[in-house]
Every structure is written in C-alpha cells, then in structure tokens.
C-alpha cells in the first residue's frame, strides 16, 4: 500500500536545473533513509544521492558539486536539486525510501516509477 510518486522531470538545455520531488503515502508509521538513482538505457541503474534522517547525504562522484538532495522528515518527501546539468545526466530518476509500513515487523526499500530527465546540449 505504500507508495512513492516521483514529479519535476522533463527536458533542459544543457547547464539548466530542474528539482525533482519525491511524495510518499500509504500506510508509513517511519521513513528511513532516502535517495535517488537514475538508469539509462542500456546501463545499470546507478545511485544518485541518498540521505538520512539526520540529514547526512551522499552523492555519486559525477554529480557531486551540481547536485543537492533534501528531504523533509515531516511530510516524508525528498527533493533533488539537480544544476549544471549535462547530457549525459538524461536518464529515469526514481526515488527510493526503506519505510516502515504499518504492520510490518521491519523496514524495506520502496520505489517510486521513476521520472524522465532529459537534458539537450
């Protein structure tokens, strides 16, 4: 029942910004970590940025300086800021959380669909 629903995504000329924004909803008694991978066609999906409840983050090497994830612990959502942006950063962005759902004894990671970024040079 728990779901996450991924929004922002769209097309950019190279070196513009978009912010993606991450909702979740269901059943959730606790939100975990979060973060944000991306995958391309014909590549393995790769992480993008991830962060805690405490706020610490961690960024892949090819974003790190343009990228800024942020999550709001009351509403459960998470955003990334995505600036500079690059052709090569085109690609499904989907947004996961380990969630506690109602009921359930542990956490476990939950995905969003995904939502396309296209960046144009």
């Known amino acids: 029942q728990v779901q996450l629903v991924e929004s922002g995504g769209g097309l950019v000329q190279a070196g513009g910004s978009l912010r993606l924004s991450c909702a979740t909803s269901?059943?959730?008694?606790?939100?975990?970590?979060m973060g944000w991978y991306r995958q391309a066609p014909g590549r393995q999906r790769e992480l993008v940025a991830t962060i805690t409840r405490d706020g610490t983050t961690n960024y892949a090497d090819s974003v790190k300086g343009r990228f800024t994830v942020a999550r709001d612990n009351a509403k459960n959502t998470v955003a990334l800021q995505m600036d500079s942006l690059k052709p090569e950063d085109t690609a499904v962005y989907l947004c996961?959380?380990?969630?506690?759902?109602?009921?359930?004894?542990?956490?476990?990671?939950?995905w969003g669909r995904g939502t396309q970024v296209t960046v144009s040079s």
């Open positions: 269901g059943s959730i008694v606790s939100v975990n970590d």
């Open positions: 996961s959380a380990e969630i506690l759902q109602r009921w359930h004894l542990t956490p476990r990671a939950y």
